[in-house]
Every structure is written in C-alpha cells, then in structure tokens.
C-alpha cells in the first residue's frame, strides 16, 4: 500500500519560508504526476502545484505563482514544495497527492488522484 507522509509545516511569519516535503513508501512515485493542495478552515480543498512524473511539465495556482516552486527526486521518492514570501492567507493544512498514470494538468481539477497524505498544518502571521 503506497503512502504519502508530509513534513516541514509550522508556523513561520509573513514574508518568511518554508520547504515542505512529502515522503512516500510502499512503491515508487515513478509514473506518477504529483500534487500539492491545501485546505484552510471553512473553506474546500486547493490545488497548490503539481508535476509531472519526470518533471518536466509543472503547475502552480495563481495565487502562489512565483512564491511556491515544486520539485521532486524519484530516485528517492519524495517531492517538496518550496514556499517562499508566504503570506497570512496561505495558512492551511497542506496535502501531497499521487495519481498514476494521469497528467499533471488534471491534477488542477483533482482528477487521477490515487492516493493523499494527511497533511501538515502550515500557519503564517501577519
């Protein structure tokens, strides 16, 4: 059973940064498109970024376009996102995502996701 383990959250004030980094076990994230959404209170789950399984096409909402950057290391089977310039409406709970077989871009809209992390709480001050 593959799974998906995020690390790196807290609390970090505005303008400040943080790497987080999702580590996955029981297969291989090759053939993967991989995916970073969040989810603050009260409000339905994002999509963050998302990239292709040899990382070549990448994806990133609007709103953290030039902040965040996605990356990843199959050879260790992990991705991070780099959050930089992070702003009080960035907090949230942040989730990794895998989905097999599918493209990066349909992770925009959710769409393939075989398997999710339980997230790590990532808190800016203002």
């Known amino acids: 059973q593959v799974q998906l383990v995020e690390s790196g959250g807290g609390l970090v004030q505005a303008g400040g940064s943080l790497r987080l980094s999702c580590a996955v076990s029981?297969?291989?994230?090759?053939?993967?498109?991989m995916g970073w959404f969040r989810q603050a209170p009260g409000k339905d789950r994002e999509f963050v970024a998302a990239?292709?399984?040899?990382?070549?096409?990448?994806y990133w909402a609007d709103s953290v376009k030039g902040r965040f950057t996605i990356s990843r290391d199959n050879a260790k089977n992990m991705v991070a996102l780099q959050m930089n310039s992070l702003k009080p409406e960035d907090t949230a709970v942040y989730y990794c995502?895998?989905?097999?077989?599918?493209?990066?871009?349909?992770?925009?809209?959710?769409?393939?996701?075989?398997?999710w992390g339980q997230g790590t709480q990532v808190t800016v001050s203002s």
């Open positions: 995502a895998a989905a097999f077989g599918a493209s990066a871009q349909a992770m925009i809209d959710m769409r393939g996701i075989n398997y």
């Open positions: 029981g297969g291989t994230i090759r053939g993967y498109s």
């Open positions: 990239i292709s399984w040899i990382g070549v096409s990448r």
